[in-house]
């Protein structure tokens, strides 16, 4: 998450906070704040992908990544229900095969 200057007291907070932990001062989206790069503190606009100036790579890569690993995660419980639920399946029905094998029905 970049770190936004706030107007007020001008120190370094969150761009998701909504007020300023120092001052106190309320954060809206219509507030115009600058980000800075974490690693060399240059200006940068919200369109850099990466710093203009050190070429540090900025939060959109990084969402784009953690995106994609939530999906892989998603993904993977999404097989593991179904093995669970083909578990369930083919216990029940070796079961009912034993119990009318036994019964003679």
Partial sequence: MPLITCPECESKISDLAQSC???????????????????????VSGKDENCPKCGFPLLKKADESIK??????????????YLIYFA???????FVSDCIQNHQY
């Fill in 68 to 81: 994609r690993q939530a999906n892989d995660i998603a993904s993977g419980w999404k097989i593991f229900k």
């Fill in 21 to 43: 932990p120092k001052c106190g001062m309320p954060l809206s989206k219509k507030t115009t704040v600058s980000n800075t790069c974490p690693e060399c503190n240059a200006t």
């Fill in 88 to 94: 369930i399946l083919f216990a029940v029905v070796t």
